[in-house]
């Protein structure tokens, strides 16, 4: 099938391959225009851009899919679009220049966790099985019909990074499935069935954790929020990123945990622990501001042992 595919981020990489591997004409990809990176801001291609220009695909970078994008993608005469987390909506008429319309792989199960962040809000909620969903695009949300579905649990604590980079390659098996299915019945799908929850985008501020919460509860914002847009809690008024954070190990917990005042961090075993009202967390790796990340356990001894956090 001739296909034009539309994505950024590198978790958007695997479903091009896929494709390919799958024996289907990858004719264009969309991708967003090059972004500054790094402290010295230099331009820097897209994930995805990089992977087609790899593979000799033609590549139309643009932030918005407008008339132009829309133009480019008609003079390829796709008969599907596929569009894995490009960043940006698809609108008529681009939606029905290709002659199946298109076809997006989303990170939740559907209608669960429409929007920007399914994976991360999923996470956030405490949720361990995570989804794929590939469907059809149409003018509303995340609503289309459903090609296909599946999902995977994930151990408490998988960080939306890392959960992320697995449904990635996961979700290639339902993605090339779907378009099999289109190829086999054009009219293929099923409406969604359910209630529809709203995944919205992340800021900053939803990085803060929130210490007046259970340990299992703080564990799992902290997941969602890793590696964007960054964990973190305050320390002498100054934030205090979190980039690594987990449950102690072993069945109990470690001798002394009684002793810690409730949302104090301490030194216990070699180990700094960050107390809560219905259990502990260990603060496996920090990063102060203004400097690199380092072992938790060395901050904390920098500090006598003890420390507040907010």
Same mark, same amino acid.
């Given at each position: 099938?001739?296909?034009?595919?539309?994505?950024?981020?590198?978790?958007?990489?695997?479903?091009?391959?896929?494709?390919?591997?799958?024996?289907?004409?990858?004719? #264009?990809?969309v991708t967003r225009e090059d972004a500054p990176l790094g402290r010295k801001r230099v331009l820097t291609p897209s994930p995805v851009a990089v992977a087609s220009?790899?593979?000799?695909?033609?590549?139309?970078?643009?932030?918005?899919?407008?008339?132009?994008?829309?133009?480019?993608?008609?003079?390829?005469?796709?008969?599907?679009?596929?569009?894995?987390?490009?960043?940006?909506?698809?609108?008529?008429?681009?939606?029905?220049?290709?002659?199946?319309?298109?076809?997006?792989?989303?990170?939740?199960?559907?209608?669960?966790?429409?929007?920007?962040?399914?994976?991360?809000?999923?996470?956030?909620?405490?949720?361990?099985?995570?989804?794929?969903?590939?469907?059809?695009?149409?003018?509303?949300?995340?609503?289309?019909?459903?090609?296909?579905?599946?999902?995977?649990?994930?151990?408490?604590?998988?960080?939306? #990074?890392?959960?992320?980079?697995?449904?990635?390659?996961?979700?290639?098996?339902?993605?090339?499935?779907?378009?099999?299915?289109?190829?086999?019945?054009?009219?293929?799908?099923?409406?969604?069935?359910?209630?529809?929850?709203?995944?919205?985008?992340?800021?900053?501020?939803? #990085?803060?954790?929130?210490?007046?919460?259970?340990?299992?509860?703080?564990?799992?914002?902290?997941?969602?929020?890793?590696?964007?847009?960054?964990?973190?809690?305050?320390?002498?008024?100054?934030?205090?990123?979190?980039?690594?954070?987990?449950?102690?190990?072993?069945?109990?917990?470690?001798?002394?945990?009684?002793?810690?005042?409730?949302?104090?961090?301490?030194?216990?075993?070699?180990?700094?622990?960050?107390?809560?009202?219905?259990?502990?967390?260990?603060?496996?790796?920090?990063?102060?501001?203004?400097?690199?990340?380092?072992?938790?356990?060395?901050?904390?001894?920098?500090?006598?042992?003890?420390?507040?956090?907010?």
């Amino acid at each position: 099938m001739r296909i034009v595919f539309a994505g950024t981020p590198e978790f958007a990489v695997p479903s091009l391959h896929a494709l390919r591997a799958a024996g289907h004409e990858v004719v #264009g990809v969309v991708t967003r225009e090059d972004a500054p990176l790094g402290r010295k801001r230099v331009l820097t291609p897209s994930p995805v851009a990089v992977a087609s220009e790899a593979l000799g695909i033609p590549v139309h970078r643009a932030n918005r899919l407008d008339d132009e994008a829309t133009a480019w993608v008609r003079q390829l005469a796709p008969e599907l679009g596929v569009i894995v987390a490009y960043g940006g909506l698809v609108r008529e008429p681009l939606l029905s220049t290709p002659e199946l319309g298109w076809i997006n792989l989303h990170f939740s199960a559907l209608p669960k966790w429409r929007g920007a962040a399914p994976v991360q809000r999923a996470l956030e909620a405490g949720e361990q099985r995570l989804g794929v969903t590939v469907f059809r695009l149409v003018a509303a949300l995340d609503a289309g019909d459903i090609l296909t579905t599946d999902s995977r649990q994930y151990p408490e604590g998988t960080s939306a #990074g890392a959960a992320l980079s697995d449904l990635a390659s996961f979700g290639t098996g339902a993605l090339v499935e779907a378009v099999e299915l289109l190829g086999a019945d054009p009219a293929a799908g099923a409406p969604q069935v359910g209630e529809a929850s709203y995944a919205e985008k992340l800021t900053r501020e939803d #990085g803060r954790l929130d210490l007046g919460r259970g340990a299992r509860a703080v564990l799992a914002q902290w997941a969602a929020m890793t590696p964007e847009p960054g964990a973190y809690a305050m320390h002498d008024g100054v934030p205090l990123k979190v980039r690594e954070l987990r449950p102690p190990s072993g069945s109990d917990s470690p001798p002394g945990v009684d002793a810690i005042q409730a949302g104090a961090v301490g030194l216990l075993e070699g180990r700094a622990m960050l107390a809560l009202h219905d259990g502990m967390l260990e603060l496996v790796r920090v990063q102060p501001a203004g400097k690199p990340a380092m072992d938790g356990a060395a901050w904390l001894r920098g500090r006598d042992g003890r420390a507040e956090l907010a």
